[in-house]
């Protein structure tokens, strides 16, 4: 007997690239995807039935506290849209694996009231150790936190009422869920590729002209955008200090100029910019390279010469640009947050520094790159 599961992502393969792999093994089972338009599809796997949504178009002025939900569920009629075609072709799917952040899953239920849906978590928001209270340099009034996480926790809140089975992939992710919900939520962890992301002694990253191997000093940083809830700001703050004690260290910044999780500056500046402003004159800018966004390879070479990689981040979803690091066995000089101590144990796999203390985060990798340069 046939059976087929439907994966929702706005760009696949994302967290589910080992279930859909698995799926496509099954010569008894039908692959359905549905991804979002703009993603284009050349990481679509072979041999999976697949559908595209559009970008949503939200109508209307609205409080900003409602901006996110309304976008939630202009996305979630788009991929309504998306599914409605695989029905026409006379699927109905045996189980749904979709991701919620984005609304995605909303409105499936409807569409398939027969199926069991598997919705992936990421983060719930409160006022206790969490991203937004965690940095006094942000913090906001406590009302207006709890504002934004009610707002926030909306999409989750009905995602998690609506499906059979939730997934996270840690144990600090599921400690963050609502407790009358954690009955049906059960750890998955995030798998990378451990093709890809290995050590390589004979690594070579080529980035701003030239090349650099593991006979060169490289301080590692990335995140997808360089915002403060990254610790954007700590990292530069660390740069003079290292500088001056490691002379000969290169350091390269991946990420966008952009903001992921953090509201934009009013001026429109960029936060790496703000910050390189206050350090410009303490640094040898010829050694800082912002390289931007990296493909994939790049990405895993940079690891792979890396002789420190620097990871921050606020009590928040753990980067998997720290596991792939961890996986090419780079050294890790990390924040002492929550989850981050879910992968990093200090001394024996990392090093781990308190967040706000950036003197200490450029001792710390400074020592690191004297350790590594000891012979033996």
Not at 109 to 135: C, H, Q, S, W
Not at 214 to 242: N, W
Request: charged share 25%; net charge positive.
């Amino acid at each position: 007997m046939r059976r087929s599961v439907l994966f929702v992502q706005p760009k696949l393969p994302g967290q589910f690239r080992r279930q859909i792999a698995t799926a496509l093994t099954d010569p008894k089972t039908d692959v359905l995807l549905i991804s979002n338009a703009s993603f284009g599809g050349s990481d679509v796997p072979k041999g999976a039935i697949h559908e595209f949504y559009g970008n949503p178009s939200p109508k209307g002025q609205l409080d900003p506290l409602c901006a996110e939900f309304n976008t939630a569920i202009a996305t979630a009629a788009e991929v309504e849209k998306a599914a409605l075609k695989l029905k026409l072709r006379g699927y109905t799917p045996d189980t749904i694996i979709a991701y919620y952040g984005y609304g995605e899953s909303l409105f499936l239920r409807g569409m398939f009231p027969n199926t069991r849906i598997v919705t992936f978590f990421e983060y719930f928001y409160g006022l206790k150790d969490g991203a937004m209270n965690f940095d006094p340099e942000f913090r906001q009034p406590e009302a207006e936190i709890l504002r934004r996480s009610k707002a926030r926790n909306s999409v989750a809140l009905l995602a998690l009422h609506d499906c059979d089975e939730g997934i996270v992939p840690t144990k600090w992710q599921l400690s963050r869920m609502p407790e009358e919900y954690r009955h049906k939520i059960k750890i998955v962890p995030d798998e990378i590729d451990q093709d890809l992301n290995k050590p390589n002694p004979n690594a070579i990253l080529r980035i701003a002209g030239r090349e650099f191997s593991r006979k060169d000093q490289i301080v590692s940083y990335c995140a997808r955008a360089l915002e403060p809830t990254r610790g954007i700001h700590i990292f530069m703050r660390s740069l003079p200090r290292l500088m001056k004690e490691a002379p000969e260290a290169h350091v390269v910044i991946v990420g966008k100029p952009s903001t992921a999780y953090d509201p934009p500056l009013p001026n429109g500046e960029a936060y790496i910019d703000k910050y390189l402003s206050e350090i410009k004159d303490k640094i040898d800018l010829k050694r800082l390279h912002r390289v931007g966004w990296l493909e994939r390879e790049d990405l895993t070479a940079l690891f792979q010469v890396s002789s420190c990689h620097v990871y921050l981040t606020t009590p928040f979803v753990a980067s998997w640009s720290l596991r792939e690091a961890l996986a090419c066995q780079t050294p890790i000089v990390a924040s002492n947050t929550a989850p981050v101590r879910e992968f990093v144990e200090h001394g024996k796999n990392g090093y781990l520094v308190d967040f706000f203390d950036y003197n200490r985060i450029a001792e710390t990798v400074s020592a690191t790159l004297h350790q590594r340069r000891q012979p033996g």
